[in-house]
T-cell receptor, first 110, second 116 residues
Framework: TQLLEQSPQFLSIQEGENLTVYCNSS?????LQWYRQEPGEGPVLLVT?????EVKKLKRLTFQFGDARKDSSLHITAAQPGDTGLYLC??????????FGAGTRLTVKP | KAGVTQTPRYLIKTRGQQVTLSCSPI?????VSWYQQTPGQGLQFLFE???????NKGNFPGRFSGRQFSNSRSEMNVSTLELGDSALYLC???????????????FGPGTRLTVL
């Protein structure tokens, strides 16, 4: 079983729509990162959240870390085709271990 | 600042052969981690090296090994290749941040290994 559960697994939407993807765990994380990966390339770091309840914004992307530091969400406003990709969350815990979720594969149709 | 580089980008091998993949981390980064990514299993952690020492290891058989050099460059080796080893192998580098519990990893483009 995955330590980090991401949902939904797949998401296909039209350009201009809003969406939220989730990353949940039963474990407490020291920090949590979100990455975006395009086919044939390595994941690219989008954001790191550290403090429970923290909210970070990156243009049309809003990231939130749960108060208990066990979950996180990524909200995209007015999605564009360039947002298409695999979104991965990764949690760092016990100061010694980093685990990735299985990812949410997003397709934004023009 | 140059990013993480991996060589080669693509590799085709046959069962039973062995392979060595190379990773050059971002300048100043001392930690290098390796991951295997497949459609079915997602990103699976292989091992992490820091200052030429393996610091953490995932749940992979002993056919998978690695090392790190004094300049932080790292290699991973897979011996006696199996069909199931076909995957994208990713290397990630980071500053050592265990004390702060804050570990930002920066990934290379990966090596796509195909085992026939």
């Amino acid at each position: 079983t995955q330590l980090l559960e991401q949902s939904p697994q797949f998401l296909s939407i039209q350009e201009g729509e809003n969406l939220t993807v989730y990353c949940n765990s039963s474990s407490v994380f020291s920090s949590l990162q979100w990455y975006r990966q395009e086919p044939g390339e390595g994941p690219v770091l989008l954001v790191t959240v550290v403090t429970g309840g923290e909210v970070k914004k990156l243009k049309r992307l809003t990231f939130q870390f749960g108060d208990a530091r066990k979950d996180s969400s990524l909200h995209i406003t007015a999605a564009q085709p360039g947002d298409t990709g695999l979104y991965l969350c990764a949690g760092y815990y016990n100061n010694n271990d980093m685990r990735f979720g299985a990812g949410t594969r997003l397709t934004v149709k023009p | 600042k140059a990013g993480v580089t991996q060589t080669p980008r693509y590799l085709i091998k046959t069962r039973g052969q062995q392979v060595t993949l190379s990773c050059s981390p971002i300048s100043g980064h001392r930690s290098v981690s390796w991951y295997q990514q497949t459609p079915g299993q997602g990103l699976q952690f292989l091992f992490e090296y820091f200052s030429e020492t393996q610091r953490n290891k995932g749940n992979f058989p002993g056919r998978f090994s690695g090392r790190q050099f004094s300049n932080s460059r790292s290699e991973m080796n897979v011996s006696t290749l199996e069909l199931g080893d076909s995957a994208l192998y990713l290397c990630a580098s980071s500053l050592d941040s265990r004390a702060s519990g804050y570990n930002e990893q920066f990934f290379g483009p990966g090596t796509r290994l195909t085992v026939l």
